[in-house]
């Protein structure tokens, strides 16, 4: 592979049309859905799949990585116009929500976001700037972490998983998670 990214034109095709089965299938199925299912729908071999996407946790990250990345701009964009809690209060209810696009992804949120696409870099990079002006200005505690909040919403997100409209809820429970954290 010359430059490290770029592929054949016929591996560059089998990737994206791994990545759009998938989209499809989690969709459809959830998160937890067979890889098996995607390679499938996919017209790919399952070792083609794995050769592209090692873990499910890759796969999960390609086909949320636009979606991470504009959810990031968004809440950049926004934080601007709000307060430092509104700030991370709105991050923490849209990422919250934004899990609820397959079912299951919850579960897997900390690992995912680990992953390292450009989506997963921007959404970790924007909750930990939010996370940091927060606590230098004294709205949170300075010992909450990222990988605390990623826990958080992952809570949120299980929690709500079933419901048919569960923006609602994960603003209360963000409100009570915030509540915890804030300075005493």
């Known amino acids: 592979m010359a430059g ?3 592929l054949r034109a016929d591996a560059q095709r089998n990737r994206e049309r791994i990545v759009a089965a998938a989209e499809d299938v989690f969709r459809e199925l959830g998160a937890g859905a067979s890889l098996e299912n995607v390679a499938k729908r996919a017209g790919v071999g399952i070792g083609t799949l794995y050769r592209r996407f090692p ?3 890759a796969l999960l990250a390609e086909t949320y990585s636009d979606r991470f990345l504009s959810f ?3 809440s950049r964009e926004r934080s601007a116009e709000l307060d430092s809690a ?3 209060r709105a991050y923490l209810e849209e990422l919250a929500l934004l899990t609820s696009v397959y079912r299951g992804l919850a579960a897997s949120l900390g690992t995912v976001l680990q992953v390292g696409t450009p989506g997963c870099h921007a959404t970790s990079e924007e909750g ?3 996370l940091d002006h927060a606590q230098k200005i004294g709205v949170i505690r300075s010992d909450i972490n990222f990988e605390d909040v990623i826990y958080i919403v992952t809570a949120i997100s299980l929690a709500v998983e079933q419901e048919d409209s569960p923006k609602s809820r994960i603003a209360h429970l963000v409100g009570l998670f915030l509540d915890g954290i804030g300075v005493r």
């Open 72 to 74: 990031a701009q968004t």
């Open 4 to 6: 490290g990214n770029s």
């Open 55 to 57: 873990t499910r946790e």
């Open 86 to 88: 509104s700030a991370v």
């Open 128 to 130: 930990m700037r939010l």
